[in-house]
Nanobody, 121 residues
Framework: QVQLVESGGGLVQTGGSLRLSCAASGTIFSINTMGWYRQAPGKQRELVAVISSGGTTNYADSIKGRFAISRDNDKNTVSLQMNSLKPEDTAVYYC???????????????WGQGTQVTVSS
């Protein structure tokens, strides 16, 4: 149906930068919100940043001013530029998209497989 493929994770030192990208493919009629969530070991998955199809963004307080989300509606992609990374940003980052498979379908949430981001102190 719909696949979300993430890329761009890795190991970086404190203060460094990484850029995550996610591409949605498959049977896609329309995509509403796209975003990034993260899950650290022993913690619940939490919202990092989301962006609507019209470009409205919402960020977690912990990353405001350091991360920036963007999307390309024509390519069905969403990206997360992460600057001034801290050890507490270490987590598996998941791409998320609310997708309609056709005009007859309801919105449905899809998830990527996750990409590891590790920030060393």
């Amino acid at each position: 149906q719909v696949q979300l493929v993430e890329s761009g994770g890795g190991l970086v030192q404190t203060g460094g930068s990484l850029r995550l990208s996610c591409a949605a493919s498959g049977t896609i009629f329309s995509i509403n919100t796209m975003g990034w969530y993260r899950q650290a070991p022993g913690k619940q998955r939490e919202l990092v940043a989301v962006i609507s199809s019209g470009g409205t963004t919402n960020y977690a307080d912990s990353i405001k001013g350091r991360f920036a989300i963007s999307r390309d509606n024509d390519k069905n992609t969403v990206s997360l530029q992460m600057n001034s990374l801290k050890p507490e940003d270490t987590a598996v980052y998941y791409c998320n998209a609310d997708v309609r498979l056709s005009s007859l379908h309801n919105w449905r949430a899809f998830w990527g497989q996750g990409t590891q981001v590790t920030v060393s102190s």
